[in-house]
């Protein structure tokens, strides 16, 4: 073993280590700051936590303390953060100032830290509902303001309430009470809040840890730090969590366990009218609510997946005939249940459904399983699950594992698609006629334009695609509606289903040249020869423009390794510049031969 190899290998160790300390979900009897100065100090180790984030903290008040256990959150959750802070109680300066450097060397993403304390308009006692109304506009106007000068996507503190009630219980229902001011400035960030920023529910953390081990007025007094201490690691956790997923990095898909885990008891030995689920028992009813939450976290675009060890039969049977069953067996995306070990069987649905590890989230009631399933594969997030199936839920919610930026329609619909998909994965592995297939399947690519209406899933797109990516260039919304932009949204449509947009292209004509500033496509389209029309319709737009020299700039990573095999099939040459490719529409036209995509194009919309 070389030195370098040993020195990784030390670090791999060390950050083991240290990532055992916080395990999901967070145990909050582990001193958790003397994990976080260790990894703050340890460069090496938090380089391979994942790819480097600069973060910018705007804050109104001291966030030294909150500084080192962000790191550690970060990391926890797969970034390397290199995290700087101005000047506490200076956001909208700072911001509004075109020469600070959060406008002349913009991060990749914003942390803005307010406290109730910042608010300006909060009216006065005996005040009615139309002056509440108003001063909550000017409350939102100034933060819609200062968010439209942003150059990076944003975490942004919603408003926790202060720990006092002046009017009492009346102080969250009257116009006049701060508690009710804050609630509704709240909700109206949430509606003027666009893709790019990503608030922080601030009154349910408050509420989850309990306003004592909030709000702690002692040390704000002494040090304008308003969190307690104890706080400060749910704070940061939190904060990396909604991050997660507005950098599209949230994981995807929730692996079940069965017995005593989505009902009580071992169906092999029990049967199906032994099994504990319904309202008959407490532990019954337990598991019921659980199956009430898992199907709450499908419809909001969770893929939920079967790993048991179980006949087939037996587990499928309970699905399909338990009266008390809340999820049924379409709910399911994939469904594995045999006496092979977890580890392998979960490979095999991550083939399956084309997403990596990493996307995995994995619940199983036997700590043994899930030491087997944190040592095989340690990617896959396990979580520690409590022996009392009543606290289920509460201990998923309090992992934060599927965070979201917003709700898109595509979310809406993922589960059922990634269903769909594994379906027509298992009839290509076993087609012997592919192009029949492709036919037989009457695709149609939808061309649409980037606007208010398809924005947000454009972004998000741009923001979680690992496999089918360019390079980590990212855009907001205001960036992709530059006038020297076009952004090309292909819609793929079937027999089976609506994918949704599946493939977006950013394009800029530089020089007359056409440069795409990035081109991603969802997994879920993978083997539908969808890349093929893609680069048709960039060389048509390229021949419409005038252009005949296509550039890109393709950056490796561990997961798109895929996409540099397509460039030479597309016809791209490495050029002396680093990282940069280019072809020619004439040189496409005539040298390049492609399968046959068998898709059809309609536009149902006129691009910008």
Known sequence: MTNYDQKISCAKDRLSSLMSCVPYPLDRNINTNRVAKKISKDPEVRSLCGPTISIQILSSFTADYLIDYLVLMFARRGFNASIRAIEY?????????????????PPDLFLIFPTYRDLMYCPALGSNFNDTDAAVKKEVAIWAKLWGQLQAPAVQLSFSPPSYRPLADLDGFLPGGLTFHCRNVNLGLSKASKSSIALVDTEHLSFELGIVNWDDPHTYNLCKQPFSMDALPQVADAVAAVAQGLLGKARKVLVLDLDNTVWGGVIGDDGIDGIQLGPETPEGEAFTHFQQYVEKLRQRGVVLTVCSKNKYEVAENAFCNHPAMVLNREHIASFVANFKDKPSNLRQISKELNLSLDSFVFVDDSPVERELMKLEL?????????KNPALYVQTIERCRVFPMANLTTDDLNRSNSYKLRSQVNQVFETATDMESFLKELQATAAIECFDESTKDRVVQLIAKTNQFKLNPNQFT????EAENRDVLCIRLKDRLQDYGIVAVAVLSIVKDRLIIENWVMSCRVFSRRLEYLTFELIVQYAFEHGVNEIDLTYISSTKNCLVYDLLQVLGFKKTRLKNHFSTSVRKFKEDVDLLPHHISVVREKQTR
């Open 89 to 105: 109680g200076k956001i909208a300066t700072a911001i509004l100032d075109s020469g600070h450097e959060l406008h002349t060397n």
């Open 378 to 386: 340690p990617e896959v997030l396990t979580i520690e699950m409590p």
């Open 477 to 480: 919304p205001k960036e992709l």
